[in-house]
């Protein structure tokens, strides 16, 4: 009997050393050794170069507090677990990156991996940044080098037991990280590889249009499908789907016009995709945009379409509650028939943003209001007043399922449990 049971913990120790030693060498896969990096000046060019391209990750977006400086960190990214607080990138030698090297630099981007040797939080996209090139990332660090160095202490992340825990990380990225290299599709054209790198590589699309599963884990890596953004609960649509944001059937002009000013002729971004394009996308160059409007044009359709619910009852008895509401409020930017008024308001009837399969991103917009982003190309976007103190949670939802199911539109009801579901703390 004995025997029996130290042979059982012996065989239970050694399965245990052995998945330990699986992780860890999951957790260093695709890793080179750190070698000293040749002392090289950074050119003008090279600095340039590098300022662009943190401008088409996005970086001072995460890295810059509000009313802070730009690039000393501090602030917080939430999610489901706690949040994550984001570094200083200037070269301070106490808190920034003064004393880092370019090899160490890559290996944040390419391993998700600090320069002592933690495991990071994939808060930061590097399960995207992983996708950009040694000379793209040495071209970033050249430039944030280059900044003024700001003495800002990091911020410790506040998250929850068990995922303040390197050890649960390093399972996480056991089971959903591998490093890559970029790769060239031979069979497309260069246009279509250079929007390829940029949307799914520095452009980090897939961390918010992509559904996340109990662990904060994307399908892929290159899942564009749609998703809640967790915490924020804005829905990111689909990419891929022709009833959410796939722009297949659209021209090249009208994707760029999106991607360049926030609003075209069939559509205009407003919630977390305008900070993305305030900061981000505006700043690119023409050919750069071309190529991730011929990426996204190219994207493949979801294999199903969900079908459209038929009216109930219900539906029409809250549909004909809301008009008297949709009269009073709405119809007189939007128009009697949500038809609209071309670069101003936009169209209701017809819209995809409206009939989308979650009505979360109208429930924040008829709450909390909104503008579109202020760019070179839209510097006076016209916007959207609040009605969070204006209208109960009945009353949105009786206006939205009346918006849903009006002029041709074939969306489903709107509960006032949705409503209560999709408000922001800022709307409470």
């Not at 915490?231 to 796939?246: D, I, K, R």
């Amino acid at each position: 009997m004995r025997l029996a049971l130290a042979r059982g913990i012996a065989a239970m120790l050694v399965l245990g050393a052995s998945l330990i030693g699986l992780i860890a060498w999951l957790n260093v896969r695709g890793e080179d050794p750190l070698t000293p990096d040749a002392a090289a000046h950074a050119s003008a060019e090279q600095i340039a170069r590098g300022a662009y391209l943190a401008r088409a990750g996005n970086c001072m977006g995460c890295h810059t507090e509000r009313g802070g400086a730009a690039y000393a960190g501090g602030r917080g990214v939430p999610t489901p677990f706690g949040s994550v607080f984001a570094p200083n990138l200037t070269p301070d030698r106490s808190s920034g990156l003064g004393d880092w090297t370019a090899v160490e630099f890559w290996r944040a981007l390419h391993n998700g991996r600090a320069r002592d040797g933690r495991l990071l939080y994939p808060a930061f996209p590097y399960p995207n940044y992983t996708r950009i090139t040694r000379v793209d990332s040495d071209a970033i660090f050249a430039y944030l080098r280059s900044l003024p160095a700001i003495a800002q202490a990091n911020r410790a992340h506040t998250l929850e037991f068990p995922f303040d825990q390197q050890a649960a990380l390093a399972v996480w990225r056991a089971l959903y990280f591998r490093p890559v290299q970029p790769e060239t599709d031979a069979s497309r054209n260069a246009e279509w590889n250079r929007g390829a790198y940029l949307v799914e590589g520095l452009g980090h699309c897939n961390a918010c249009h992509a559904s996340r599963n109990a662990l904060g884990a994307t399908a892929s890596p290159l899942d564009l499908a749609g998703g809640l953004i967790p915490v924020q609960n804005w829905y990111a649509p689909s990419l891929t789907s022709p009833h959410e944001a796939g722009v297949a059937d659209w021209s090249d002009e009208h994707v760029v016009a999106l991607l360049k000013t926030g609003v075209a002729q069939r559509g205009a971004v407003m919630g977390p995709m305008s900070e993305v394009v305030s900061g981000s996308t505006q700043h690119l160059s023409e050919p750069d945009l071309r190529a991730m409007a011929s990426y996204l044009k190219g994207l493949p359709p979801p294999a199903t379409q969900a079908a459209v619910a038929p009216r109930s009852a219900g539906l029409i008895a809250a549909s004909g509650s809301g008009a008297k509401l949709y009269d009073r409020h709405c119809a007189a930017c939007h128009g009697d028939q949500g038809e609209g008024v071309p670069g101003v308001y936009p169209a209701l009837a017809g819209s995809r943003a409206v009939t989308m399969r979650t009505p979360a991103n109208l429930v924040h917009m008829v709450l909390e209001g909104g503008f579109p982003p202020a760019t070179a190309g839209n510097p006076r976007p016209y916007g959207m007043p609040p009605f969070a103190t204006v209208l109960s949670n009945d009353e949105v939802a009786q206006l939205l399922t009346h918006v849903r199911s009006s002029w041709g539109n074939q969306g489903t009801a709107v509960s006032a449990l949705d409503v209560t579901k999709f408000r922001s703390v800022s709307a409470r």
